[in-house]
């Protein structure tokens, strides 16, 4: 499976965006998916994740309530809508694929290239 993250720029505190992720070559629909983030310095934390048929979401404390995961497995696709953005929600941003539900980093096979998202204050 191949991964294409998009949808990263810069944006005031407080506004919106949107990203997606696109799969390719392989089976989406048998994956479970996530977003991770990882701000300069530090390592790279769970964000946001969506299981299979029915999809059912998990996020990290932080950005829940502000952001929503959803898929759309017809178009092979994996989307993180933020809102409300905070400064320290900078950070590159990377959809994995993987085949259980867990925040763990290293228990996801695919990975996506990262886009960059920035807050400014």
């Known amino acids: 499976v191949q991964l294409q993250a998009s949808g990263g720029g810069l944006v005031q505190a407080g506004g919106s965006l949107r990203l997606s992720c696109a799969a390719s070559?392989?089976?989406?629909?048998?994956?479970?998916m996530a977003w991770f983030r990882q701000a300069p310095g530090k390592e790279r934390e769970f964000v946001a994740g969506i299981t299979l048929n029915p999809a059912s979401t998990w996020y990290a404390d932080s950005v829940k309530g502000r952001f929503t995961i959803s898929r759309d497995n017809a178009k092979n696709s994996v989307y993180l809508a933020m809102n409300s953005l905070k400064p320290e929600d900078t950070a590159v941003y990377f959809c994995a694929a993987g085949p259980i539900r867990t925040t763990t980093t290293g228990l996801y096979d695919y990975w996506g290239q990262g886009t960059q998202v920035t807050v400014s204050s």
């Open positions: 070559g392989g089976t989406f629909s048998r994956k479970n």
